[in-house]
Each structure stands twice: as C-alpha cells, then as structure tokens.
C-alpha cells in the first residue's frame, strides 16, 4: 500500500518549512503504520514510510528509508528493559538498592535509591549532563573516545550531591540511567552491551539495532551533524565512542515496529512488568505537559508509549499507541530536525 496522501503532504510540508529555516540537507525519516500488537508485524498497513535530505553530507548520499539513525535518550527503555529482564529472573528486584552494587563507589549516592527510583527518575541524584545546555558545546568532560564501557563514566558521575531524597519528586536524570547499565553488568556478570543485545533486540528481532562506534558506522548509519562556528560538523567528538545506558544507540523504523510488538507481546520481559513499565509510580512531582513516566516509557495522555531523545545531531521519537493501533516513528540528523515532523504527523494522525 502507498501512503497516504494527507499524512505525506503533512511530512513534506514541516520538511520544507525545516529545510527553508534550518537546514537544507537535514536526513529525515518517517514511517506510520496502523496495526498493533495482535496483528502479524510482518503486515502492517502502511500509512507512510519516506525519506528526506542526507544521510551523509561529505559524501551526498540520500537518506533512505531503510537508514539506521541515533536515538540519543530514546534507548533508555532498551536499558529499563535490560534491567527488568535481571528483575524477571530474580537477579535484581526493584527494591534492590544501588548502593548494594556500587559499594564504595558514587558514594554521594543516597544509600536508599533503589532500581525502582533510578527506572522511574524517582532517585533524586545528582545529574552529570546539563540537558538545557547549546548541543553545540563540548559536554563530556572527558574525552569521549574514553567513553565505551559503562564502568568507564564512574568519574564523571562522581561529585553530585543528591537533588531531594529517593521518591520525593521526578527529575528527569541521564546519570540515573548510567547507573542503572552499571548496576546491571555488575549483577549479571555480563557486559551491558550483551545484556541488551541478549535481552532486548534479539527477542524482539531487532537485527539492525545495536551500539557501533561512532567513529566506524556501518555503511547504512545515517550520520548526526552539529552547527558550530557556522558549519555543520559531525557529531563525533560531541557524544561517547559508544552509547550507553542513557542514550547513543542505533536502529530503524522497521526495527522499532518490532520493539512495540514484541514488548506489548511478552516477548522481551513478562506482562506483570510491561504492566509495571506503563504505570506511573506514586508520589508527588511528575513531568506534566500531557506525559507521566513509567518505567523506561514516557505516557502520553490518551494511553501512546513513547521512546523519544535529542542530543548533538540526534532527533528521535517513536510512539505506539494502543487504542488506535497506530505505530509512528521519526528521526533526524539534527538535533531539532525530527520535531516539526513530529509534531505535524501527530495533527494529522489526531484529525
């Protein structure tokens, strides 16, 4: 089936306001579909499934559909499903505190946070990324060729002072996430890399996700561009060689199709904990504006799960929503590219 012609008008028309005000090679995907978990995933209806600018600009090559792109925070829920499986089989609780795996380690870490509260941004520890600075900076404060393993960032997580006790309020926390990948190879005696790899998207089927180096992309990764001093630049020295428990993955539109169904299937961890992923914890605070947070999963008002992440050359949101059966995901090479589709698909999906 073709797409439809009004979300496709839609996508072209935030495109070109994009390319216009921006940015004229700015790479951009877009695939809709209505189907859910009950349908075969191998038979969707396709609602649209395009491409825009450039994937690579040195080079000229087009952006295609079939492009993997970066997911900056968006792989969080790959890490909270990491997590969860360990809790699943009994090698991690949700009570289990992080102080029992840290040991001395991070010790300006409150002895009582928990899995539940880093899951959920409930911890209240000190955050080491600055989300409201320029994605034109330099954040990392180490080099980022460093960054591979997540044992390798305990120093630059090292020296923030909690923000409020465990569970008093939600604040949305990179470092919790970090924590959380180190918590994870700590207790399964498994890298985090294989963790997810293992636990996540191979049972989800998910053969074109995983963690590259940026610095040797396989020839089908679309690569992230940043302004500085008025040129567009690689992101390569702004983000980690490898990404990590808070964010960096790679991966595809089809292949986020695959994530929704399996996860809403069982396949990755049991329904109780799907059924926990989707509830927003108890306790003061919240992140408003139409969205609570479960675990690993943003919830929209109206019951849409959503994956969503910006970084230096990273625009990211894939959403599944189980009334209406419709799966949309977008992303960009820029760190503002993906939102006016985003936000012009989601218009035209609600009329």
């Not at 005000?21 to 809709?32: I, K, M």
């Not at 991690?92 to 505190?97: C, I, S, Y």
């Not at 997810?196 to 053969?207: D, F, H, N, Q």
Request: hydrophobic share 40%.
């Amino acid at each position: 089936m073709g797409d439809d012609a009004g979300l496709r008008q839609a996508a072209d028309d935030a495109v070109a306001a994009v390319t216009a005000d921006a940015d004229e090679h700015v790479g951009l995907v877009a695939r809709v579909v209505r189907g859910g978990p009950a349908a075969p995933p191998s038979s969707p209806d396709v609602l649209l499934d395009a491409a825009w600018g450039l994937a690579d600009r040195r080079h000229g090559l087009g952006m295609t559909p079939r492009h993997r792109f970066a997911t900056a925070s968006g792989c969080k829920g790959f890490t909270a499903l990491a997590v969860l499986s360990l809790v699943a089989d009994g090698t991690l609780g949700l009570a289990t505190t992080a102080r029992s795996l840290l040991g001395a380690d991070l010790p300006l870490i409150s002895d009582d946070v928990t899995v539940e509260h880093l899951l959920s941004h409930r911890s209240g520890i000190g955050e080491y990324l600055d989300d409201d600075a320029d994605v034109s900076d330099y954040l990392m404060p180490v080099p980022v060729h460093a960054l591979v393993d997540p044992e390798d960032y305990l120093p630059i997580l090292d020296g923030f002072p909690q923000a409020f006790a465990p569970g008093t309020g939600f604040a949305y926390c990179n470092g919790g996430f970090v924590v959380l990948s180190v918590l994870a190879q700590r207790a399964a005696g498994v890298p985090f890399h294989e963790l997810v790899r293992t636990r996540v998207l191979e049972p989800a089927g998910m053969t074109s996700s995983g963690y590259p180096r940026s610095d040797a992309l396989p020839g089908d990764a679309a690569v992230g561009y940043v302004r500085v001093d008025g040129q567009w630049r690689s992101n390569v020295h702004h983000l980690p060689v490898v990404g990590g428990g808070d964010g960096g993955a790679y991966t595809t539109t089809l292949d986020m199709e695959q994530f929704w169904d399996a996860l809403l299937g069982g396949r990755i961890v049991p329904d109780d904990l799907v059924a926990r992923m989707r509830r927003a914890p108890q306790g003061p605070g919240g992140p408003g504006e139409g969205y609570a947070y479960g675990l690993g999963l943003w919830l929209r008002d109206g019951g849409a799960l959503v994956l969503q992440g910006e970084d230096s050359g990273v625009s990211f949101w894939s959403a599944h929503e189980p009334a209406t059966g419709l799966t949309w995901t977008v992303a960009g090479t820029t760190a503002d590219g993906a939102w006016p589709v985003v936000r012009a698909l989601r218009e035209a999906l609600a009329g």
